[in-house]
């Protein structure tokens, strides 16, 4: 009788860490099925960042999602992205002055990233984009770092909690070398 108690209460702990909402679990769980070798058949991205531009009149469904955002609203997008993880070499979170449970990002880029950020920057100077992880909504932010080419680093004042931007500190450059693989492993499967 005791026995069955015993197995009862592991099995209602181990259930209740499992669906909690925990992101402390929820991290243990993703990290134990996945490798964390980004040259393994196994390695799945995890926090990887997408900037999408807003769309204010839809007309070509097929280019364009609506996704949720908080308060219950949605905003559409354009879902081909203008910036991705696959320029991202580093990141660096940075806690904002006064709210250290808010960080801004800095990304160190590639060189097809500073050209694409030109670009972007240019493009939108003044226009709201959105910055998604993971295909969830994180948020909008202005782009106002300008980089001429030569800047290795850019920053987004976006506003993202601890564990998103511990996430994506943690695996960006993995999830870059995933992107961008060396030439020396392109032809490994070959001999």
Do not use: H
Request: glycine fraction near 6%; proline fraction near 6%; include cysteine.
């Amino acid at each position: 009788m005791k026995n069955n108690r015993f197995i009862f209460l592991a099995a209602l702990l181990a259930g209740m860490f499992l669906f909690s909402g925990c992101e402390i679990f929820r991290e243990a769980l993703t990290e134990s099925y996945a490798s964390d070798d980004p040259d393994s058949e196994d390695y799945d991205t995890r926090f990887n960042i997408g900037i999408f531009q807003i769309v204010r009149y839809p007309r070509a469904s097929m280019l364009e999602r609506e996704i949720p955002i908080p308060g219950g609203e949605t905003v559409c997008i354009n879902i081909n992205p203008l910036f991705s993880s696959k320029r991202i070499r580093q990141v660096r979170a940075i806690p904002r002055p006064g709210n250290p449970d808010v960080y801004d990002l800095e990304f160190r880029i590639d060189r097809q990233g500073k050209t694409q950020w030109m670009m972007l920057y240019g493009a939108n100077r003044n226009t709201p984009l959105v910055m998604m992880v993971d295909d969830r909504y994180v948020g909008t932010f202005i782009p106002t770092e300008y980089t001429d080419g030569r800047e290795e680093w850019v920053k987004l004042q976006i506003g993202v909690d601890a564990y998103t931007a511990r996430g994506i500190v943690r695996f960006a450059r993995k999830n870059y070398e995933y992107y961008n693989p060396e030439a020396k492993n392109w032809f490994n499967n070959l001999f």
